[in-house]
């Protein structure tokens, strides 16, 4: 599977004192299932252009020291420079640490409830505006 990413997306290995720690791997292209009934048509503006974070990884040994976040800022960036409007992902509802991770990093919930996937649990469509209605960059003082 990883191999697969690797050559169809943008994969990155985030290194902390020289040391592997942790991965981003994102996507111009929807994952496939987005386009399945459930998941289509529910994020704002579906024809927008976006990247799709697909998969973040902290080891478990170097996670709570931020990293995780500076890894998706680095994702948002990168997105930013493309020219994306949204960055969207899905996340598992039933880790609500980590759906708070998401939310307290600008991301919102899509819809009003997950989306189910049967025995892989729910999970939560996400997305953060990248640029301001209009189409205006989003600037911070």
Sequence with gaps: MVSKMIRKKEVYLGRMNGKPVGTATFDT????????????????????????????AVLPQDQKQGFAGRL??????????????????????????????????????????????????TYWLMEKALKNPGGNPDVKQ
Excluded: H, M
């Design 72 to 121: 998706l800022q680095f994702v948002e960036e990168k997105a930013r420079a493309s020219g994306a409007n949204w960055l969207r992902l899905d996340c598992r509802s039933e880790v609500p640490d980590l759906v708070n991770f998401y939310e307290k990093r600008g991301f919102s919930k899509v819809g009003d409830k997950p989306v189910d996937e049967g025995e892989d649990g």
């Design 29 to 56: 292209k929807p994952p496939w299932y987005y386009t399945e009934p459930g998941y289509a048509g529910k994020f704002t503006g579906p024809d927008e252009p976006a990247i799709y974070l697909t998969a973040l």
